[in-house]
């Protein structure tokens, strides 16, 4: 039997979410479910403390931090299935119910044959795209964005409510964060691409935790001759905007670390979130955003 092991901790409410998730996939699909507290185990909380929950298949790492419902039957599903070879039975009829039973065959055959481009067609445009993703490791949300009100390089205060009808990439980051400054090219990059593609639909805001705009612009001075038209800057010296968006889109308030990343959607609406630097001409990054626009 597939074997589903969450790795999670005690008051973790996102841990209850994925083990409920979890539960109600296991009422359709045959599958051993196992409940595993890392707090328990030092070598598992150092590895695995920081991204629960972590949902395994099989011993493989499948979902972190968030589990989709659709995305998790589905991935247990491709489990059973390659595990246990399931097949339908087929039904033998003869004498004079042979024509019939050929008609059925054709019906059958038929049905079957649009049942494998229907199953193709889900693995190409919906189970391999979602795969991709979570390979990524975007953790899907569904919460309202925090309201920010953050000065600019100007000194004049924006928030990102003024930007509605927009999809918002908002990455918190430092100028002393070596991931922040590893990952800024390929972030900058992806972000050209996308304004120019779809002009005024797309904005890239990059919040600073540094202690002032001197250093920050220095660092573009010096790495890409000046801010980059398409990058909208921020300052959050005391911390606030982060903790803000970390803590939303967990339900609970872990410590702060750089890069983040969060994408808000044209309504307002916090739907994902990135954690750790990423290389951002990876293909799926740029696909789900312009899913997101585009939709």
Same mark, same amino acid.
């Given at each position: 039997?597939?074997?589903?092991?969450?790795?999670?901790?005690?008051?973790?409410?996102?841990?209850?979410?994925?083990?409920?998730?979890?539960r109600a996939v296991q009422d359709e699909l045959p599958f051993e479910l196992v409940d595993v507290d890392v707090s328990r185990?030092?070598?598992?909380?150092?590895?695995?403390?920081?991204?629960?929950?972590?949902?395994?298949?099989?011993?493989?790492p499948a979902f972190r931090h968030r589990v989709d419902p659709a995305a998790a039957k589905a991935r247990i599903g491709r489990?059973?299935?390659?595990?246990?070879?399931?097949? &339908?039975? *087929?039904?033998?009829?003869?004498?004079?119910?042979? /024509?019939?039973? #050929?008609? +059925?065959?054709?019906? =059958?055959? @038929?049905?079957?044959?649009?049942?494998?481009?229907?199953?193709?067609?889900?693995?190409?445009?919906?189970?391999? &795209?979602? *795969?991709?993703?979570?390979?990524?490791?975007?953790? /899907?949300?569904? #919460?309202? +964005?925090?309201?920010? =009100?953050? @000065?600019?390089?100007?000194?004049?205060?924006?928030?990102?409510?003024?930007?509605?009808?927009?999809?918002?990439?908002?990455?918190?980051?430092?100028?002393?964060?070596?991931?922040? /400054?590893?990952?800024?090219?390929?972030?900058?990059?992806?972000?050209?691409?996308?304004?120019?593609?779809?002009?005024?639909?797309?904005?890239?805001?990059?919040?600073?935790?540094?202690?002032?705009?001197?250093?920050?612009?220095?660092?573009?001075?010096?790495?890409?001759?000046?801010?980059?038209?398409?990058?909208?800057?921020?300052?959050?010296?005391?911390?606030?905007?982060?903790?803000?968006?970390?803590?939303?889109?967990?339900?609970?308030?872990?410590?702060?670390?750089?890069?983040?990343?969060?994408?808000?959607?044209?309504?307002?609406?916090?739907?994902?979130?990135?954690?750790?630097?990423?290389?951002?001409?990876?293909?799926?990054?740029?696909?789900?955003?312009?899913?997101l626009i585009d939709g």
């Amino acid at each position: 039997m597939v074997r589903v092991e969450v790795y999670g901790k005690p008051d973790c409410p996102l841990c209850d979410d994925a083990k409920g998730v979890l539960r109600a996939v296991q009422d359709e699909l045959p599958f051993e479910l196992v409940d595993v507290d890392v707090s328990r185990d030092a070598a598992a909380n150092a590895r695995w403390g920081a991204e629960v929950p972590v949902v395994f298949v099989d011993g493989a790492p499948a979902f972190r931090h968030r589990v989709d419902p659709a995305a998790a039957k589905a991935r247990i599903g491709r489990a059973v299935a390659d595990r246990e070879g399931l097949a &339908p039975d *087929a039904p033998r009829l003869d004498g004079r119910g042979a /024509r019939l039973a #050929k008609l +059925a065959l054709l019906a =059958a055959g @038929a049905l079957a044959a649009l049942g494998v481009l229907a199953a193709k067609g889900y693995d190409t445009w919906v189970a391999q &795209p979602r *795969a991709a993703e979570d390979a990524y490791e975007i953790v /899907r949300v569904d #919460k309202p +964005a925090p309201e920010l =009100a953050l @000065a600019g390089p100007d000194g004049k205060t924006f928030s990102l409510s003024q930007f509605r009808g927009e999809v918002l990439f908002v990455n918190f980051w430092a100028t002393w964060c070596p991931p922040c /400054r590893e990952e800024m090219p390929s972030m900058l990059a992806l972000g050209r691409a996308l304004a120019a593609s779809r002009p005024g639909k797309f904005r890239m805001v990059a919040i600073s935790g540094d202690d002032g705009w001197g250093v920050i612009q220095d660092y573009f001075r010096t790495g890409f001759g000046g801010v980059p038209k398409e990058l909208t800057l921020a300052l959050d010296q005391n911390g606030q905007a982060a903790q803000a968006y970390y803590c939303t889109a967990r339900g609970f308030c872990p410590d702060i670390k750089f890069p983040e990343t969060y994408i808000v959607d044209k309504s307002g609406r916090l739907v994902a979130y990135i954690v750790a630097g990423r290389d951002w001409s990876e293909p799926v990054a740029r696909r789900f955003l312009e899913k997101l626009i585009d939709g």
